[in-house]
């Protein structure tokens, strides 16, 4: 079993510290530590090892980028993923030898995880019969070598429900992870990406044992 990559959240908004911790480890593939001050992050930072970064643009005690730049003297290559307020008029990456990256809150859990997935390398899932690669947005055959090629949102589909594992993932949840909580989304958008996900990975699209509709949501066959 590969080890859990480890990550150090830095923001001092305790409830979403929270949140990202319990998410972030829910399947263990992340192990997380988190702090409030940039003080106390760049003093972790030089006494653990932690595989990813990511830091709140605005602390209590400073600037996320300048602490980015200080930081990463003392991370070396890992990844820096900066956690910005929604609108705010920051740079694209690359971000001028401090940050590797850029997500607008409120996070998405999905979006985040494939990010760090992203900056990580993390190799391919494997979902029924397919390998899952939600980087290149493909599934690929194991026995034929068959691409298939999903959109943006069949790949968080699929990503969201692979890290949920054996559990049933809610409509409602689905919808806020996938879309986010404030678009206002009807569920029968869901189900019809559904309907053309199990169109494209199912032998039978009408009897899914891959995708499968269960009392509550949906979930992946294991």
């Known amino acids: 079993m590969t080890a859990a990559r480890r990550v150090l959240i830095v923001d001092d908004d305790a409830a979403l510290r929270c949140s990202l911790v319990e998410q972030l480890e829910r399947d263990g593939e992340f192990a997380c530590c988190d702090?409030?001050?940039?003080?106390?992050?760049?003093?972790?930072?030089?006494?653990?090892?932690?595989?990813?970064?990511?830091?709140?643009?605005?602390?209590?005690?400073g600037n996320g980028w300048e602490l980015a730049r200080r930081m990463r003297s003392v991370a070396g290559a890992a990844p820096i993923i900066l956690l910005t307020e929604l609108g705010a008029d920051l740079?694209?990456?690359?971000?001028?030898?401090?940050?590797?990256?850029?997500?607008?809150k409120p996070l998405r859990i999905g979006e985040l995880v494939a990010r760090l997935r992203a900056h990580l390398g993390r190799a391919a899932a494997r979902i029924g019969p397919y390998a899952f690669d939600p980087d290149a947005k493909l599934l690929i055959a194991e026995s034929t070598g068959r691409e298939v090629r999903l959109t943006e949102k069949e790949t968080a589909i699929l990503d969201y429900l692979y890290r949920a594992g054996d559990r049933v993932t809610?409509?409602?949840?689905?919808?806020?992870?996938?879309?986010?909580?404030?678009?206002?989304?009807?569920?029968?958008?869901?189900?019809?990406?559904?309907?053309?996900?199990?169109?494209?990975?199912?032998?039978?699209?009408?009897?899914?044992?891959?995708?499968?509709t269960a009392p509550g949501g949906y979930r992946l066959a294991p």
Do not use: M, N
């Open 91 to 104: 740079p694209r990456p690359p971000l001028a030898g401090s940050a590797d990256d850029q997500i607008a």
């Open 170 to 212: 809610g409509r409602e949840t689905l919808l806020g992870e996938v879309w986010g909580y404030q678009a206002g989304i009807a569920t029968h958008t869901l189900e019809t990406h559904i309907y053309r996900l199990r169109q494209k990975i199912e032998r039978d699209p009408g009897r899914a044992e891959i995708l499968v």
């Open 35 to 61: 702090c409030d001050t940039g003080s106390r992050a760049l003093e972790l930072a030089a006494a653990l090892h932690f595989d990813a970064f990511l830091l709140a643009a605005a602390l209590a005690d």
